[in-house]
Nanobody, 116 residues
Framework: VQLVESGGGLAQPGGSLRLSCAAS????????MSWARQAPGKGREWVAG????????DYADAVTGRFTLSRDNAKNTLYLHMSSLNTDDPAIYSC??????????WGQGTQVTVSS
């Protein structure tokens, strides 16, 4: 099982980025997935989740209305579109797979920086 994030980088305040998470090694079925982030000196924070059939999404209050989570099961890829980025958003963003009630596999993460 492998999860590989991409799309991080530098954005200006108010700007946008789209993160991707490419999944491989588990094509037998689809799984619910989530994104989480960890800023320097802080604990990991859950950001958003999506169920296995692409219809149900949920977001942390801090990103509701600004971030949109989607997936393309045909491409085994998860996307996190982030807009209206602010100074609370810089962190390493990682995707993870749900197995039951546990996030059992994590990617290595992609860095998001917000600065003018």
């Amino acid at each position: 099982v492998q999860l590989v994030e991409s799309g991080g980088g530098l954005a200006q305040p108010g700007g946008s980025l789209r993160l991707s998470c490419a999944a491989s090694g588990f094509t037998d079925k689809t799984y619910a997935m989530s994104w989480a982030r960890q800023a320097p000196g802080k604990g990991r924070e859950w950001v958003a989740g999506i169920d296995e059939d692409e219809h149900g999404t949920d977001y942390a209050d801090a990103v509701t209305g600004r971030f949109t989570l989607s997936r393309d099961n045909a491409k085994n890829t998860l996307y996190l579109h982030m807009s209206s980025l602010n100074t609370d958003d810089p962190a390493i963003y990682s995707c993870a797979r749900w197995h039951g009630w546990v996030l059992d596999y994590w990617g290595q993460g992609t860095q998001v920086t917000v600065s003018s």
